[in-house]
């Protein structure tokens, strides 16, 4: 059964794609853990300065919160994707 990854390499049309081994897939899935867990971290704390924020009725406040929330989950999101490339490039 091909991943994701391998299937999108194919659609792509960019060539060969390398096979993830046992040792690499643990990786991206702890990764994918790590990062999940993180991201969770986050909202939860974001979340309750957006309800201070709101219950406040300071609006101003309460969209930056949003912006920043949006941005770390991209920045995030980002950091994970550059870790499981690295992974994936690996060699085994």
């Known amino acids: 059964m091909k991943s994701a990854y391998e299937r999108a390499m ?3 049309g960019t ?4 096979k993830t081994t046992d040792a690499q897939k643990k990786q991206l899935a702890d990764l994918d853990a790590r990062y999940k867990a993180k991201i969770a971290e986050r909202e ?3 979340d309750g300065q ?3 924020a709101i219950s406040a009725n300071d609006d101003e ?3 930056m919160i949003r912006r920043q929330l949006a ?3 991209k920045t995030l999101a980002a950091e994970l994707e ?3 490339e690295a992974v994936r ?3 085994s």
């Open 10 to 12: 194919e659609k792509f």
């Open 15 to 18: 060539g060969t794609v390398a």
């Open 44 to 46: 939860i704390f974001l």
């Open 50 to 52: 957006l309800a201070k």
């Open 61 to 63: 406040a309460a969209t």
């Open 71 to 73: 941005s770390e989950r």
């Open 82 to 84: 550059e870790k499981k």
């Open 89 to 91: 490039k690996a060699q």
